[in-house]
Nanobody, 118 residues
Framework: EVRLVESGGGSVQPGGSLRLSCAAS????????MNWVRQPAGKGLERVST????????WYADSVKGRFTISRDDAKNMLYLELNSLKTEDTAMYYC???????????RGQGTQVTVSS
């Protein structure tokens, strides 16, 4: 059974930083590209970043490019997202998921809330 557990969210002021973590189990993590997606309250899901398996190539949404960094540790089955220079518009619930799945229906955990406000 695929299981994903997100953590690391919190409340920060604009310009602050957070590091999100995603613990994966139940599948061969090292073989899958992984996504971070986010959902602001009352809005749809947005793919934020993707990292491939093996070679670790990365992709970022324009809205976060240069501020967020995705990484993975295959030995620990862990996915990370470093959030820097946070803006109020980054406020959302953040989820991790496998990139081979549609983000609307992907297996995901409970999410981790990021709130950016002054």
């Amino acid at each position: 059974e695929v299981r994903l557990v997100e953590s690391g969210g919190g409340s920060v002021q604009p310009g602050g930083s957070l590091r999100l973590s995603c613990a994966a189990s139940g599948f061969a993590f090292n073989l899958y590209a992984m996504n971070w997606v986010r959902q602001p309250a009352g809005k749809g899901l947005e793919r934020v970043s993707t990292i491939t398996s093996r070679d670790g190539r990365t992709w970022y949404a324009d809205s976060v490019k240069g501020r967020f960094t995705i990484s993975r540790d295959d030995a620990k089955n862990m996915l990370y997202l470093e959030l820097n220079s946070l803006k109020t518009e980054d406020t959302a619930m953040y989820y991790c998921g496998r990139a081979d799945e549609n983000i609307a229906t992907m297996t995901r955990g409970q999410g981790t809330q990021v709130t950016v406000s002054s």
